[in-house]
């Protein structure tokens, strides 16, 4: 049971740090919030689950000012609760649009007058901002 409620702080320091940086203070105010008042977990639980994280690799210390840390997301973090870079969200956009124009060209002949009016609109934009 103790496992689990400790793994279930994890999961939430993780999704609460997908907000963006925090201190140990503001992560503790920020679950009671989430969770409308009913928990606020102890400095006791959060910092020993912070530590855990750093060493698992799924969150660091993005900056020290005096005696608070400010903990961030590592790659691994937001992968491991489906939070998406920008990076990657580009990544995935232009696989979509490459799958969409491989459809669009091998079906071109299915298309009527205005979609093929639409499909042109839109290479002139990409081919004005790709120069």
Do not use: C
């Given at each position: 049971?103790?496992?689990?409620?400790?793994?279930?702080?994890?999961?939430?320091?993780?999704?609460?740090?997908?907000?963006?940086?925090?201190?140990?203070?503001?992560?503790?105010?920020?679950?009671?919030?989430?969770?409308?008042?009913?928990?606020?977990?102890?400095?006791?639980?959060?910092?020993?689950?912070?530590?855990?994280?750093?060493?698992?690799?799924?969150?660091?210390?993005?900056?020290?000012?005096?005696?608070?840390?400010?903990?961030?997301?590592?790659?691994?973090?937001?992968?491991?609760?489906?939070?998406?870079?920008?990076?990657?969200?580009?990544?995935?956009a232009?696989?979509?649009?490459?799958?969409?124009?491989?459809?669009?060209?091998?079906?071109l002949?299915?298309?009527?007058?205005?979609?093929?009016?639409?499909?042109?609109?839109?290479l002139?934009?990409?081919?004005?901002?790709?120069?």
């Amino acid at each position: 049971m103790f496992w689990h409620r400790r793994r279930g702080l994890k999961w939430l320091i993780l999704y609460v740090l997908s907000k963006g940086p925090m201190t140990g203070a503001q992560i503790m105010d920020e679950i009671e919030k989430t969770s409308y008042g009913m928990w606020r977990p102890s400095p006791g639980s959060v910092y020993p689950a912070l530590d855990a994280l750093e060493s698992e690799g799924l969150i660091r210390i993005s900056k020290v000012d005096g005696w608070k840390k400010y903990y961030e997301l590592t790659e691994e973090g937001r992968k491991a609760i489906g939070v998406m870079s920008e990076e990657d969200k580009v990544k995935e956009a232009i696989e979509q649009l490459e799958f969409s124009a491989r459809y669009i060209v091998e079906n071109l002949e299915k298309l009527n007058d205005e979609d093929k009016r639409k499909v042109k609109n839109i290479l002139d934009e990409l081919s004005k901002v790709m120069r």
